[in-house]
Nanobody, 125 residues
């Protein structure tokens, strides 16, 4: 079992950068695919990025490609989401999630069995 706690959200201006962290409990963190999702008010939760358990492969939603970077530190049981050139439309609650499947379905929330409580990111003009 994995427990996830996100941190690092906040209020920033458009064009700013922000780094989210997700700390995981448990000794099996390094065996999980880790993903970031987000949910804006009135919208469905959407995939943002994912990283293979080894850290050797990553995958991004088109909307964040080139601006966001996912990384992980298995020794520290932590996954990060570095966000740059933030836009108004990046405003959302960001969730980290842990799953087992590295496949095209990794963009689907049902592939992740463990979720954090979320951290709010608000981008203002």
């Amino acid at each position: 079992q994995v427990q996830l706690v996100e941190s690092g959200g906040g209020l920033v201006q458009a064009g700013d950068s922000l780094r989210l962290s997700c700390a995981a409990s448990g000794r099996t963190f390094s065996t999980y695919i880790m993903g970031w999702f987000r949910q804006a008010p009135g919208k469905e939760r959407e995939f943002v990025a994912a990283i293979h358990w080894s850290g050797g492969s990553t995958y991004y939603a088109d909307s964040v490609k080139g601006r966001f970077t996912i990384s992980r530190d298995n020794a520290e049981n932590t996954v990060y989401l570095q966000m740059t050139s933030l836009k108004l439309e990046d405003t959302a609650v960001y969730y980290c999630a842990a799953g087992r499947t590295w496949s095209p379905s990794l963009i689907k929330s049902y592939e992740y069995g463990y979720w954090g409580q979320g951290t709010q990111v608000t981008v203002s003009s």
